[in-house]
């Protein structure tokens, strides 16, 4: 079984800034990509950040010079980090993980997802 903890969310006044961090524990073999999530009242939940087991990142446009997401291979572990944060990013941010179970298992991997860790940003 696979589980993922996020931590690090929290309130914080425009302009400050936060690290979020997510930790997959359980039956891993590999770490196909592991990325961030948000979801604002109201809205559809949206891709923030992802980024490969190869280093590969993406970055949703409103979020590209301010966040910065990155992964410890050794730990399992992907963090993001949020600078320069505006009322606009408040949401429940969802931590999300594509990962292979076992070396006989398929290349692409099964989803995982994590519970939700709210960022409120206060103007």
């Known amino acids: 079984q696979v589980q993922l903890v996020e931590s690090g969310g929290g309130l914080v006044q425009a302009g400050g800034s936060l690290r979020l961090s997510c930790a997959a524990s359980?039956?891993?073999?590999?770490?196909?990509?592991m990325g961030w999530y948000r979801q604002a009242p109201g809205k559809q939940r949206e891709l923030v950040a992802l980024?490969?087991?190869?280093?590969?990142?993406n970055y949703t446009d409103s979020v590209k010079g301010r966040f910065t997401i990155s992964l410890d291979n050794a730990k399992n572990t992907v963090y993001l980090q949020m600078n320069s944060l505006k009322p606009e990013d408040t949401a429940v941010y969802y931590c999300?993980?594509?990962?292979?179970?076992?070396?006989?298992?398929?290349?692409?991997?099964?989803?995982?997802w994590g519970k939700g860790t709210l960022v409120t940003v206060s103007s």
């Open positions: 999300n993980a594509n990962i292979r179970n076992s070396f006989s298992t398929l290349r692409y991997g099964r989803d995982y």
């Open positions: 980024v490969t087991r190869g280093g590969t990142t």
């Open positions: 359980g039956t891993i073999f590999s770490i196909n990509a």
